[in-house]
């Protein structure tokens, strides 16, 4: 291991939170405490309470008009409460002996690189996503094509501020490591998953019977393409009347149950308000686990729970990440709503097809993805900015 480093790690979201922006800002802090690191998140007045959390958390003052928790930029966001969070952030980093700032997202490293203004110290930046595919699905009041192209600029400009950039997919690291003229450095670093966790998702009473169970679980944000999952699962309830599908969210479920019961399912479906403590439990009812994302730059963490858990995959391509074809999940082409519905169907008629994927897919998560595996890359990224920090903020 390098040295000790000491981190303000920046969350511009709800913290902690259980979906994938925050879920890999925990468990890395997580993996880099467990490996004598010392780190100070930093994060929004939002967030579930938990018993025991191994790093300090330090919070905005509460904005009681502003509790918005799913994804996405807002006005009050980034205008009220993100310079409340820089406040904090300067604070932190001006109390607590601190090496660097780990900024995630793009909040986080304009909050970041605003407080580097004032200290000098050097920023890495975690990329989750490229704006110009993502910031289209938010409301802004813009046209979609207006903020592709802000979304655009942002990804070529903002990004190569930091000294040096973690990206969480290698699409996402591609595309910034050409970021205009002399790019940072770019290192892709995944998540990883929790193996002993979702290790609990034996197969249920359930699944043993037979009955067609499918899953999803995350949020309900429009870039999730929840209404082409719920298109096709029609489809398989036309020729399945048997197939039940279990979602689990975290939020209200308004805005499915009116397409459910404009689309006649659901009596079909079962709707579950779940933290992440109880997905290993929900996973073991279904053989089938869905993923409808068409457009995704990063890495879904759903995908990954999903094969920690062993389920069998359908996915769109768009969001198909470190998934094979036949091999550890079914890809089907971005939009097909009866492709996506077929493959649904090949899976509840081939169990033991539907057994190999998963396990396939399990196996891959096992070696690849781990979080203990993800610190020690982080940790070679601060130490290779940290050796060039006196030449690159000389002029600070």
Not at 119 to 141: I, K, R, W
Not at 328 to 335: D, Q, S, Y
Request: with cysteine.
């Amino acid at each position: 291991m390098n040295r000790a480093f000491a981190v303000a790690m920046v969350a511009a979201c709800p913290f902690p939170y259980p979906r994938g922006t925050p879920a890999r800002i925990y468990r890395m802090a997580e993996a880099l405490i467990e490996r004598g690191h010392t780190v100070h998140v930093v994060t929004y007045h939002l967030g579930e309470e938990k018993r025991s959390i191994p790093f300090p958390i330090h919070r905005t003052p509460v904005v009681p008009t502003y509790q918005k928790t799913e994804p996405g930029p807002s006005y009050q966001k980034l205008f009220l409460v993100d310079p409340l969070l820089a406040a904090v952030l300067l604070r932190v980093v001006r109390t607590h002996p601190v090496d660097l700032i780990h900024a995630h997202h793009y909040e986080g490293l304009g909050v970041s690189l605003l407080v580097r203004r004032f200290t000098g110290l050097p920023v890495v930046y975690d990329a989750h996503t490229l704006l110009s595919s993502e910031l289209p699905y938010y409301q802004l009041g813009m046209t979609a094509s207006i903020k592709r192209r802000l979304g655009m600029s942002l990804d070529r400009w903002l990004p190569k501020q930091a000294c040096s950039i973690i990206a969480v997919s290698d699409e996402i690291r591609t595309a910034l490591a050409t970021c205009g003229r002399q790019p940072p450095p770019v290192a892709f670093i995944p998540n990883g998953v929790e193996q002993h966790f979702f290790s609990r998702c034996e197969t249920s009473g359930i699944a043993a019977a037979g009955r067609n169970w499918l899953i999803y679980t995350g949020n309900f944000a429009k870039y999730q393409r929840i209404d082409l999952m719920l298109e096709s699962f029609k489809m398989v309830v036309a020729t399945h009347p048997d197939a039940r599908l279990l979602i689990v969210a975290n939020e209200p479920f308004e805005p499915l149950i009116a397409l459910a019961e404009q689309l006649g399912i659901m009596p079909y479906l079962e709707l579950v308000q779940a933290d992440f403590d109880h997905l290993p439990e929900l996973l073991s009812r279904a053989r089938i686990a869905l993923n409808p994302r068409t457009d995704c730059d990063g890495l879904p963490q759903k995908l990954l729970n999903y094969m920690a858990a062993g389920k069998a995959i359908v996915s769109f391509s768009g969001s198909a990440k470190n998934l094979d074809h036949a091999k550890t999940a079914l890809i089907v082409e971005n939009g097909d709503v009866a492709g996506f519905a077929r493959a649904i169907v090949t899976l509840l008629e081939n169990t033991d097809l539907a057994a190999q994927l998963g396990a396939a897919a399990q196996a891959t998560a096992r070696i690849e993805f781990t979080w203990k595996r993800t610190a020690e890359k982080v940790e070679q990224v601060y130490a290779q900015v940290l050796s060039g920090r006196g030449a690159k903020y000389a002029d600070v």
